[in-house]
T-cell receptor, first 119, second 112 residues
Framework: GAVVSQHPSWVICKSGTSVKIECRSL??????MFWYRQFPKQSLMLMAT?????????EQGVEKDKFLINHASLTLSTLTVTSAHPEDSSFYIC???????????????FGPGTRLLVL | GESVGLHLPTLSVQEGDNSIINCAYS??????FIWYKQESGKGPQFIID?????DKRQGQRVTVLLNKTVKHLSLQIAATQPGDSAVYFC???????????FGTGTRLKVLA
């Protein structure tokens, strides 16, 4: 199946700094990518939908100025956590939709996740 | 709607037994449902999906059942193996959006 990668797999940063997480679709072009956040022992919470060449659509309660999303190419979306604080520590997961099968929603592939720890 | 849980319910089954994991979804307009398996520290892995025009779908060792009347989804795993130990999530989606909304999740522990 299609492969989605994330980089870095884990990152530790100081409070107040910014962290960038990359999500790449390795063998297909993804017009749409999604960013999720997962706290320990909890479910995946959708943060935003990233569309190539346009602004991201954020879910209710997610601060767009804090979580900057850029989808500059069909294989790369980035999530930047700005001015990170300890409460931003979480597991961030991206997924990418393969539009190869028209109208098919099942073609969404998940990355391995990035664990962020803010000290 | 979105589901947030303070802790994950756990299902413990003996190796070789069948497992049934349940999920209640929230949106009556949802017409596409997916089950994912997530191992510790990894991203979700696709298991099986089902559309709302079906009430049952079978895969290899797995079966998904959909009851739209009560908005309930279940995942049945036959002959559960140690490698099946993980957290299982259901997700729902509805026509007009590619977004998935994930359920609370269930931890499956397989006892040797």
């Amino acid at each position: 199946g299609a492969v989605v990668s994330q980089h870095p797999s884990w990152v530790i940063c100081k409070s107040g700094t910014s962290v960038k997480i990359e999500c790449r679709s390795l063998d297909f072009q993804a017009t749409t990518m999604f960013w999720y956040r997962q706290f320990p022992k909890q479910s995946l919470m959708l943060m935003a939908t990233s569309n190539e060449g346009s602004k991201a659509t954020y879910e209710q309660g997610v601060e767009k100025d804090k979580f900057l999303i850029n989808h500059a190419s069909l294989t790369l979306s980035t999530l930047t956590v700005t001015s990170a604080h300890p409460e931003d520590s979480s597991f961030y997961i991206c997924s990418a939709r393969d539009p190869g099968l028209a109208g098919s929603r099942e073609t969404q592939y998940f990355g391995p996740g990035t664990r962020l720890l803010v000290l | 709607g979105e589901s947030v849980g303070l802790h994950l319910p756990t299902l413990s089954v003996q190796e070789g037994d069948n497992s049934i994991i349940n999920c209640a979804y929230s949106n009556s307009a949802s017409d596409y449902f997916i089950w994912y398996k997530q191992e510790s520290g990894k991203g979700p892995q696709f298991i099986i999906d089902i559309r709302s025009n079906m009430d049952k779908r079978q895969g290899q060792r797995v079966t998904v059942l959909l009851n739209k009347t009560v908005k309930h989804l279940s995942l049945q795993i036959a002959a559960t193996q140690p490698g099946d130990s993980a957290v299982y999530f259901c997700a729902e989606s509805y026509s007009g959006t590619y977004k998935y909304i994930f359920g609370t999740g269930t931890r499956l522990k397989v006892l040797a």
